[in-house]
């Protein structure tokens, strides 16, 4: 079981300290705080909060615009909030709950009380998370399942190696924790188009020609077409990766031509992760790449295919990644 981290707002540094002594006993709860509404909207960004505890009375935001301002957040919408407040009446209640809190605790509260539920939403947190965590197994699965029948050329370890590129490169480029974990659920999507490629294509041991190349350049389109209307955000997300992940951040690439930071942030991670994938990888039509020379070629094109920024992390960073490939270089 991994640790939860626990927000804790109150503009009353006592209130704070003693509700984190009443969950103290909990190995598993990492303890955050607040002492004001901003302070507590800003400590969501920089960190994967599991759950809020939160104060109505504060000032210049309340606890309940505080929530309203998250709900409204798709990075932060998900977070469970549970009122605790000295505003007791029916009505401060039914505006809590309408304002997106998922309980409401009065004070004085019993310690038991507080314990018992709290501890009642991280099990729902829980269960949710294992919940993804199948739906990501179970689609890097099925496109595993489609490479062993040689639908689109790729197998399990190589979406694997893929994502875990594209989260590492996502972590040290400093996005949310939000953006981190929806890319390690989209990401196994980035070459889901290929299902439509003709597998003798996609498994030609010689030079494409033309009008073949031409053909496997259709596969974003595709991919974004299979996934963009989805009411999930995350296949929405996957859409995204596989529509971009071919752009180029000179405007070369394809489908569209984008460039720069038009390409969205996901298409430009997973555009370095997919290159450097395939350079070190054997495949049919190519042997693998000595690693230093796949590392002087994603040099090369920095500003040509790649985001000059996020290729310098790569580069800076260049150790992490050959760890990644060693580990994952025979699944």
Not at 5 to 18: C, G, K, P, Q, Y
Not at 70 to 95: C, G, N, Q, V, W
Not at 205 to 223: A, N, R
């Given at each position: 079981?991994?640790?939860y981290?626990?927000?804790?707002?109150?503009?009353?540094?006592?209130?704070?300290?003693?509700i984190?002594?009443?969950?103290?006993?909990?190995?598993?709860?990492?303890?955050?705080?607040?002492?004001?509404?901003?302070?507590?909207?800003?400590?969501?960004?920089?960190?994967?909060?599991?759950?809020?505890?939160?104060?109505?009375?504060?000032?210049?935001?309340?606890?309940?615009?505080?929530?309203?301002?998250?709900?409204?957040?798709?990075?932060?919408?998900?977070?469970?909030?549970?009122?605790?407040?000295?505003?007791?009446?029916?009505?401060?209640?039914?505006?809590?709950?309408?304002?997106?809190?998922?309980?409401?605790?009065?004070?004085p509260?019993?310690p038991?009380?507080?314990?018992?539920?709290?501890?009642?939403?991280?099990?729902?947190?829980?269960?949710?998370?294992?919940?993804?965590?199948?739906?990501?197994?179970?689609?890097?699965n099925?496109?595993?399942?489609?490479?062993?029948?040689?639908?689109?050329?790729?197998?399990?370890?190589?979406?694997?190696?893929?994502?875990?590129?594209?989260?590492?490169?996502?972590?040290?480029?400093?996005?949310?924790?939000?953006?981190?974990?929806?890319?390690k659920?989209?990401?196994?999507?980035?070459?889901?188009?290929k299902?439509?490629?003709d597998?003798?294509?996609?498994?030609k041991?010689?030079?494409?020609?033309?009008?073949?190349?031409?053909?496997?350049?259709?596969?974003?389109?595709?991919?974004y077409?299979?996934?963009?209307?989805?009411?999930?955000?995350?296949?929405?997300a996957?859409?995204?990766?596989?529509?971009?992940?071919?752009?180029?951040?000179?405007?070369?690439?394809?489908?569209q031509?984008?460039?720069?930071?038009?390409?969205?942030?996901?298409?430009?991670?997973?555009a370095?992760?997919?290159?450097?994938?395939?350079?070190?990888t054997?495949?049919?039509?190519?042997k693998?790449?000595?690693?230093?020379?796949?590392?002087?070629?994603?040099?090369?094109?920095?500003?040509?295919?790649?985001?000059?920024?996020?290729?310098?992390?790569?580069?800076?960073?260049?150790?992490?990644?050959?760890?990644?490939?060693?580990?994952?270089?025979?699944?």
């Open positions: 079981m991994r640790n981290n626990i927000l804790i707002v109150d503009d009353n540094t006592e209130n704070i300290r003693v984190a002594n009443i969950l103290k006993d909990n190995e598993s709860y990492n303890f955050m705080y607040a002492t004001n509404g901003e302070e507590a909207l800003t400590r969501t960004k920089e960190s994967d909060i599991d759950l809020i505890l939160l104060d109505v009375m504060m000032s210049p935001l309340d606890g309940y615009s505080v929530c309203r301002i998250l709900k409204k957040d798709s990075y932060t919408r998900d977070i469970p909030i549970i009122f605790i407040t000295a505003k007791a009446d029916s009505e401060s209640m039914l505006e809590g709950f309408l304002s997106g809190g998922i309980d409401y605790i009065s004070k509260f019993n038991y009380e507080l314990e018992a539920r709290v501890d009642n939403q991280i099990r729902i947190r829980a269960s949710q998370e294992s919940k993804v965590v199948n739906v990501q197994q179970k689609i890097i099925i496109i595993a399942q489609l490479g062993k029948e040689k639908s689109i050329g790729m197998k399990g370890g190589d979406i694997e190696r893929v994502t875990q590129y594209t989260i590492l490169l996502a972590s040290l480029a400093k996005l949310s924790s939000f953006e981190i974990k929806e890319l659920l989209a990401t196994p999507l980035h070459a889901i188009g299902i439509a490629i597998k003798s294509i996609l498994h041991s010689t030079k494409l020609t033309e009008e073949e190349m031409d053909i496997v350049k259709e596969y974003p389109q595709i991919g077409d299979i996934l963009k209307d989805s009411n999930e955000e995350l296949l929405r996957g859409a995204i990766i596989a529509h971009q992940h071919s752009e180029n951040f000179d405007g070369s690439g394809y489908p031509g984008l460039k720069a930071n038009d390409i969205h942030i996901y298409g430009r991670l997973v370095i992760a997919h290159v450097f994938d395939a350079l070190t054997e495949r049919t039509y190519s693998a790449w000595d690693i230093e020379d796949a590392r002087d070629y994603m040099e090369e094109q920095s500003g040509i295919k790649f985001d000059p920024k996020l290729i310098n992390i790569f580069l800076d960073n260049f150790d992490r990644f050959v760890k990644v490939y060693n580990e994952y270089r025979t699944i």
